[in-house]
């Protein structure tokens, strides 16, 4: 009885922390590189339909990145919503998938030597 009530709890314990890792983890900057950049422009506008009839726009964003030692990468982005002009993105980029998610973050927040590309 013992241990059928050790093996429970640790069942529950298993399945509590695998379904909190879902809620707080973003899997999509798991193993990702990260780059910087800075809008500049508007994206570029298309509109589609879902499959379930609705439409969407997207924004188009071509990019070039910078990690923190200031290497360069061409990165193209695509948003739900136009990007604020002037803001700093830091971008996660997979090597088989591409960007995968983006957050804005303030320029003090950006490597130097990326921003002192993203400036020149």
Known sequence: MKKAMIALI???IIIGGGLLAMRFVNFNRLGA???YVKVETDGKKTSG???DGSTYTDYNYDFTGYNEDGKEKQLELIAQKNLRKGAYL???VKED???TSYQEV????VPKKATDQLNK
Do not use: H, L, R, T
């Not at 303030?106 to 927040?109: F, L, P, S, T, V």
């Open 106 to 109: 303030k320029q003090a927040d």
């Open 90 to 92: 830091e971008v996660f």
């Open 33 to 35: 590189d990260a780059y």
């Open 10 to 12: 640790v069942i529950i």
């Open 49 to 51: 339909q879902a499959s």
């Open 97 to 99: 998938k591409g960007v």
